[in-house]
């Protein structure tokens, strides 16, 4: 499996719990038997400095049940002197007494059930938080690609319904459960003294009790990994229809009832599912309840022959029965919560089946804290070969050079993998984002005492910005040269998507949604020449300070470039250099420090123009916000825009045009100063005036800069210092614009298509310019 996306655990069970005071290993024990998963024991991480209000938890359920063990026994003295004696002045003052002596006890266990429920809540909202806080920490720090193969509705589900889930077993099934145990050890003790052989009868019928409380978990567990896939169904189609572009598309297409009709099978599904869990959990509690209520009536029947053979009392006997319900109420009523442990127990799964998922080593801190100890990343694997010994891979055509000359060669096998761990810089403190949701830096997870408050800025954008020692970006670096070598890059299919919404399947492999066979289908390695690589072999170089254009056919290869110069993926193959530098020994923000994209859809947050362009320079002020935007040509919007940056740009910012977007996205970028710019088809989608104006923006801000440029439009490459012509992942051509055009080759046949498609689309404009009148 490639390291890229290969589960790598954030530590075994006995890493975890090492260090562990006994209490919060305890409670993770009692989680996993409860929930019957093994996960569950792991979740440890998320309580481990809770020891002392899990131990207050077992304190005020073992008084409040030894408050209630004195009931059974004044309830005896009540039975037996006061109400089957003849009763004179003192007695009825002490039968008085006596029911006081009740009332007081009833409170008592009462006020302390309270508290023991305050101080579980407590717990479980300390683990939500630390439990939300890891599953996004970790999201941050996974490659890029395991995302294009997500749906998004699973990972809402994952912070919506699972984390309800574990904060409801954390604070309210695993007390209910210690309240059980301990109430349950308590009455034992109260029935053998209040009559021993009663006491016998119980305990052996108590076996009965408690196996029946364990029918249909296995069943039960089948229709929750059902019930949240198809959850995750629901989310992801309400997703896909809420959102901006879906929600436009919608209507674009027409498609409002399809969609209501898609849903409505989705939720009318999952409520079956839902339907036959309740069924299946409810015959459970049937029998266990039916279970607990024959065992007491057979310790009754024998009660009551004992008390007509004169071998007990009255009292005794309505006290045993009193004292027989008090230890087996709150285990039935533990079986009633059967349904939520087995959702919890999935729940476990799914956190730990994503958590277990090897991060970006460029992402990740040295240490990350979970509120509690410190969880040690795992430690990086050898890089695997993506070829399978014994399988051949296809190599491409060897890089060749010179002014329009075509790249030819001999086929040739792809190199070995080497088998050295790319280990990177781990990556500095991140701070909050101005006008977004504080992060907390690594090694800085917030504990117990909840999260950092915010700070009001003096300007636009929300909240203040962090010290600008703490971006990454440091001083203005000079120019590189970017060096692409020997590259090859494929992507992994199945395998980089190995996270899903049914749960895991420990006998298998991690996650799956799909039927066992078809999911092996799809993550199966493909055999020897099926082997499709994105990019094979390239070599190119960005000289220093030069515009450096990348072209060719859709499916070339050319954003897949752009992938991994940008960083978002590493070669299998080969190395990416800065100034002879392997990008591997830099740390995620030298590399980002070093190269700022514009891609072609730049994506902006439902922020203020201020906080979208300083996301790219955390510490930047208003006034270099302003000159930056101004610089990418957005000065005559500013002027019409009454609040200026301070200005929402809506969800996605589809409050601006096209191009206004583009040079946003643009001025983010530069208020960075990065050295090295690449541009992916920035300006594809713009019309030819504002895709001029855009260019305009790129030529004047983009001078001293190492530009690498991917076009789709060769017309705005023409002055490149060196174009780049790929075609099936490798360079067939290189040179300057005239060279290449002369030559003949595959860049003069591109070029000379888009000349013609031009001339014939402006031809088309005049005449239907000339059939309407216009002059």
């Not at 009868?201 to 929750?224: D, I, K, Q």
């Not at 001029?692 to 001078?703: F, K």
Request: charged share 20%; hydrophobic share 45%; net charge neutral.
């Amino acid at each position: 499996m490639n390291s890229r996306t290969s589960p790598a655990p954030t530590g075994g069970r006995g890493e975890e719990s090492r260090g562990v005071p006994l209490a919060p290993r305890l409670m993770a024990l009692l989680l996993a038997r409860l929930t019957a998963s093994h996960s569950a024991r792991r979740g440890v991480r998320f309580f481990d400095d809770q020891g002392g209000r899990l131990l207050a938890i077992v304190g005020l359920d073992l008084v409040g049940a030894l408050s209630m063990a004195v009931a059974p026994f004044v309830l005896r003295t009540v039975v037996d002197d006061g109400l089957l004696e003849d009763g004179s002045a003192q007695g009825r003052s002490a039968l008085v007494g006596q029911v006081a002596l009740l009332l007081l006890a009833f409170l008592l266990q009462a006020a302390l059930g309270a508290a023991s429920t305050l101080v579980g809540a407590g717990v479980g909202e300390r683990v939500s938080m630390r439990a939300t806080v890891a599953v996004h920490d970790h999201l941050l720090r996974l490659p890029f690609s395991f995302f294009p193969g997500q749906r998004h509705g699973d990972v809402l589900t994952l912070f919506g319904a699972d984390i309800a889930e574990v904060r409801s077993a954390v604070s309210l099934s695993v007390p209910r459960a210690i309240s059980a145990a301990v109430t349950a050890v308590v009455g034992l003790v109260s029935i053998a003294v209040l009559e021993w052989r009663l006491a016998v009868v119980a305990v052996c019928l108590s076996p009965l009790v408690f196996g029946l409380m364990t029918l249909g978990r296995r069943r039960g567990r089948e229709l929750t990994r059902e019930h949240i896939k198809l959850r995750s169904a629901h989310f992801a189609v309400i997703t896909d229809t809420t959102g901006v572009s879906g929600a436009l598309h919608v209507r674009l297409f027409g498609r409002s009832l399809y969609e209501s009709d898609r849903l409505a099978g989705i939720a009318a599904q999952t409520s079956q599912v839902a339907l036959e869990r309740i069924r299946v959990s409810a015959k459970a509690q049937l029998m266990s309840s039916g279970g607990a209520a024959s065992a007491i009536v057979a310790v009754m029947s024998v009660g009551i022959w004992l008390v007509s053979t004169d071998r007990t009392t009255v009292g005794t006997l309505v006290a045993f029965a009193s004292a027989l319900l008090f230890a087996y109420r709150p285990v039935t009523g533990l079986a009633e919560s059967r349904a939520d442990l087995i959702e919890a127990g999935v729940a476990f799964d799914r956190i730990f089946g994503l958590l277990d998922l090897r991060p970006d080593l460029r992402n990740l801190p040295t240490t990350t804290t979970t509120g509690g100890s410190p969880v040690v990343p795992a430690r990086s694997r050898p890089r695997a070969d993506p070829a399978a010994p014994g399988r051949r891979a296809v190599g491409p055509p060897a890089a060749g050079s010179g002014s329009g000359a075509a790249v030819g060669g001999p086929v040739v096998p792809a190199p070995r993998a080497t088998t050295t761990p790319r280990v990177r810089t781990p990556l500095g403190e991140q701070r909050a984002v101005p006008g977004r949701s504080p992060v907390p830096g690594p090694g800085a997870m917030p504990g117990p005492g909840a999260m950092a408050d915010p700070v009001a800025m003096p300007g636009a954008g929300g909240r203040s910005p962090a010290p600008r020692d703490s971006d990454p970006a440091g001083p203005a670096m000079q120019a590189p040269e970017i060096t692409v070598d020997g590259v090859w890059f494929r992507y992994l299919g199945g395998r980089q998507n190995a996270w899903s919404a049914a749960g895991r399947d420990v006998r298998r492999r991690w996650w799956y949604v799909e039927d066992e066979d078809e999911a092996d289908a799809e993550t199966a390695e493909p055999a020897g020449d099926e082997v499709r690589w994105a990019l094979r072999d390239l070599h190119l170089t960005a000289r220093a300070g030069e515009k450096t254009a990348v072209v060719g056919a859709s499916g070339a290869g050319k954003t897949t470039l752009g992938y991994l110069l940008s960083g978002v993926h590493l070669p299998d193959r080969g190395r990416l250099l800065r100034d002879g530098a392997d990008f591997a020994e830099l740390s995620w923000g030298e590399l980002r420090a070093t190269i700022g994209v514009v891609p072609q859809d730049p994506y902006l947050f439902n922020d203020t123009i201020a906080a979208n362009v300083r996301y790219g320079q955390l510490g930047a002020s208003d006034e270099e916000i302003t000159a930056a935007v101004t610089d990418a040509g957005l000065g005559p919007l500013l002027t019409r825009l009454p609040r200026g940056i301070a200005t929402k740009v809506g969800a996605r910012g589809y409050q601006l045009s096209g191009g206004e977007r583009q040079r946003l996205a643009l001025a983010r970028v530069l208020i960075a100063d990065p050295p090295v710019l690449i541009l992916d088809e920035a300006t594809s989608q713009l019309d030819a005036a504002t895709e001029h104006t855009v260019q305009e923006a790129l030529g004047r801000l983009g001078a001293g800069r190492t530009r690498i440029v991917i076009a789709h439009r060769l017309s705005t490459i023409v002055d490149a210092d060196r174009i780049y012509v790929m075609g099936d992942g490798s360079v067939v051509e290189q040179g300057r614009h005239v060279d290449l055009v002369q030559a003949g080759g595959a860049y003069a046949r591109l070029y000379n298509r888009q000349i013609r498609g031009d001339a014939d689309a402006a031809a088309d404009d005049v005449t239907r310019a000339d059939e309407a009148g216009v002059p």
